[in-house]
Each structure stands twice: as structure tokens, then as C-alpha cells.
């Protein structure tokens, strides 16, 4: 339960703010992930890194930018936020040799 | 790209019953078929998986058959009991490049009765 860990586990923000999601990861994986998941909707895979460099950028609108300073941590930037990016913010690692991923407990956004 | 549609959206069984759960993918390349559990207010957790290679699996009550040439795959989860009660996804992915794109189904809430 604590190979992959996120912060905060709760935000609310308004469309005006600017705010972090944090995720680290402590299995040594070399791959790291964001999803975003809403109602009644399949997770969607929003940015891919590996080796520490994006390698997937699924359409995701500008006011999310992913940063990932090192192999065990991913950030997720956000701004200027809409009210229908409230979701459950989910953060994801796996190895390269493998295709097993592992998430996060999530983060759950709300933009007011 | 991979679509992965799921069936069905909700299963309710009694407890001891058999509960089936099926996902249809469409890219042929794709060669890894997860299976999460979610439980209500907790991150999706792997229960099980199958490669491309391999047409079943068992871990314990569990199982997933796959069907390269009908591009299917199913969860199968014998004895049902109560603490089986969660949103089941599945997932399909291409996975050779040093990472994996899961493509996930739309979940299925499995709701087992006492």
C-alpha cells in the first residue's frame, strides 16, 4: 500500500489558483504515470514518462503541466482550472521490463 | 487507437454464486490484459493478468481467459463473497517500448449479496 504515495489526498481550488499534485514512488520503477478518473468514465491516461522523459501527452489542455525532476517523483501543475477537471487524480509507476502498473491512492480534486 | 469495451456496467450475485465479467479490445497488437479492483474510495489494485501468449489463468478464484482471435478477454470469479463487492476495470496495452499505455474498460460494479 505505500509503493506509491500521493499528496495531497484532497484539494478543492478555485479557477483561479495554482496548485501541485505530488507522487512518488518507492519501487524503483523506471515509468511513471497520471490518470485522471471521473464518473461513469474510464481512466484516461493523461501524460507517460520513462527514463524521466515524457513519452505520452494524451490531448491534455495546457492548464495541466506534468514535471518529473527524477525516476521516483512526478508532479502534476495546475492552473487556471475548470470546474469539469474535478476528478480523482491518479498516479500510476511501473518497471520497464514490465507492463504492471501500480497506482497511487489518488488525489481527489474539486474546482469550485 | 485501442478502444476496450466492457459488460457489463453492473453485476449483482448472491454470495457463493459465480460472477463473469467481459471486455472486447480492437487493436490486434495489443499483448497484456490487466484486471483492477477497485474498492470505493481506494486505488485500483491488480487482481490479475494474462499475456498474449496464454489463453487462461487461475489465481485461486480467480481466472481470465483470453481470445487472441475473437480480441476478448474475461474475468471469471468463482464463490462470490461480500468483500468481492468493488468497480472491476479492465485493460489492454501494447507493452514493448520500456513502458505500458492501458487502455481501460468503463468498469464494472460488483455488488455480492449475503
Known amino acids: 500500500e505505500t509503493g506509491v504515495t500521493q499528496t495531497p489526498r484532497h484539494l478543492v481550488m478555485g479557477m483561479t489558483n495554482k496548485k501541485s499534485l505530488k507522487c512518488e514512488q518507492h519501487?524503483?520503477?523506471?515509468?511513471m504515470y497520471w490518470y485522471k478518473q471521473s464518473a461513469k468514465k474510464p481512466l484516461e491516461l493523461m501524460f507517460v514518462?520513462?527514463?524521466?522523459?515524457?513519452?505520452e501527452n494524451n490531448s491534455v489542455p495546457s492548464r495541466f503541466s506534468p514535471e518529473c525532476p527524477n525516476s521516483s517523483h512526478l508532479f502534476l501543475h495546475l492552473h487556471t482550472l475548470q470546474p469539469e477537471d474535478s476528478a480523482l487524480y491518479l498516479c500510476?509507476?511501473?518497471?520497464?521490463?514490465?507492463?504492471?502498473?501500480?497506482f497511487g491512492p489518488g488525489t481527489r480534486l474539486t474546482v469550485l | 487507437g485501442e478502444n476496450v469495451e466492457q459488460h457489463p456496467s453492473t453485476l449483482s450475485v448472491q454470495e457463493g454464486d459465480s460472477a463473469v465479467i467481459k471486455c472486447t479490445y480492437s487493436?490486434?497488437?495489443?499483448?497484456?490484459f490487466p484486471w483492477y479492483k477497485q474498492e470505493l474510495g481506494k486505488r485500483p489494485q491488480l487482481i490479475i493478468d494474462?499475456?498474449?501468449?496464454?489463453g487462461e489463468k487461475k489465481d485461486q478464484r480467480i481466472a481470465v481467459t483470453l481470445n487472441k482471435t475473437a480480441k476478448h478477454f474475461s474475468l471469471h470469479i468463482t464463490e462470490t463473497q461480500p468483500e468481492d463487492s468493488a468497480v472491476y476495470f479492465c485493460a489492454a496495452s501494447i507493452g514493448d517500448s520500456g513502458y505500458s499505455t492501458l487502455t481501460f474498460g468503463k468498469g464494472t460494479m460488483l455488488l455480492v449479496s449475503p
Open positions: 487493436d490486434s497488437a495489443s499483448n497484456y
Open positions: 514518462y520513462s527514463l524521466e522523459e515524457r513519452v
Open positions: 494474462i499475456r498474449s501468449n496464454v
Open positions: 519501487l524503483g520503477h523506471n515509468a
Open positions: 500510476a509507476s511501473s518497471q520497464g521490463d514490465t507492463d504492471t502498473q501500480y
